[in-house]
């Protein structure tokens, strides 16, 4: 095998975090009697993802980001609300949500019987604990390595340098990251010098010139890229 270690991204490569997100915003919208529709919680969805952006490119912190985004949600919708407390609670709701993308069991519990797997995860730590360490998928990865703890976050070298200190006998020759951002998953690879496979259900296009090595539009085709 080519491979003897991967990096695999928690959210919405393993773990459905829009089912997530739309159950915990939707919980902490009715608490306070603000509207809960589908369109509304997608909307918060784009302004979390525009902040979740920001981070990534070095423009806000992560503590910021946690609060701002609600401040931003709530004055475009006109609700009066306290950011903070609204993140308080979000975060408290999202750490009880844990979901997988069907498929994903089926897949670690293969890959594991011949690859090292760890997980490579932007976020909050008592939220990506909550939610994927009670997950039957778990059992199957050596260690999990959230962002928040390890003191800086994807896409940056700094992250990959310190998850990969961290890794007994590292050959960045022999590792994989999957993940289904180009920002932070794939990008981040590239920045680190290792192999990247984008997880990309939904078919969308990449940047021109991107050095994605592979691409996978299924677990079937990571399953076959690995133990093939």
Request: with cysteine.
């Amino acid at each position: 095998m080519k491979y003897t270690t991967v990096l695999f991204d928690a959210d919405d490569t393993l773990l459905d975090f829009g089912k997530s997100e739309r159950e915990a915003v939707r919980d902490c919208l009715i608490a306070r009697g603000f509207p809960s529709t589908d369109d509304v919680i997608a909307r918060y969805s784009e302004i979390n993802q525009l902040h979740w952006n920001m981070l990534e490119r070095g423009e806000i912190s992560r503590e910021r980001l946690y609060v701002e985004r609600f401040a931003a949600f709530c004055r475009e919708l006109g609700f009066v609300c306290d950011a903070q407390k609204f993140s308080d609670d979000y975060l408290t709701a999202l750490s009880t949500k844990s979901y997988l993308i069907d498929g994903a069991l089926e897949m670690c519990e293969r890959l594991s019987k011949r690859l090292r797997m760890y997980v490579v995860t932007n976020g909050n730590a008592m939220v990506q604990h909550g939610r994927f360490d009670p997950s039957p998928i778990a059992r199957y990865f050596e260690r999990s390595f959230i962002s928040e703890e390890m003191g800086s976050a994807k896409p940056a070298v700094e992250y990959f340098n310190r998850v990969f200190a961290e890794i007994p006998n590292f050959d960045p020759n022999k590792t994989l990251i999957v993940g289904d951002s180009l920002t932070s998953d794939i990008q981040g690879g590239i920045n680190a010098g290792i192999d990247t496979c984008w997880y990309n259900p939904k078919r969308k296009s990449a940047p021109e010139g991107m050095q994605i090595t592979y691409t996978a539009y299924n677990y079937d085709e990571i399953i076959n890229l690995l133990l093939g």
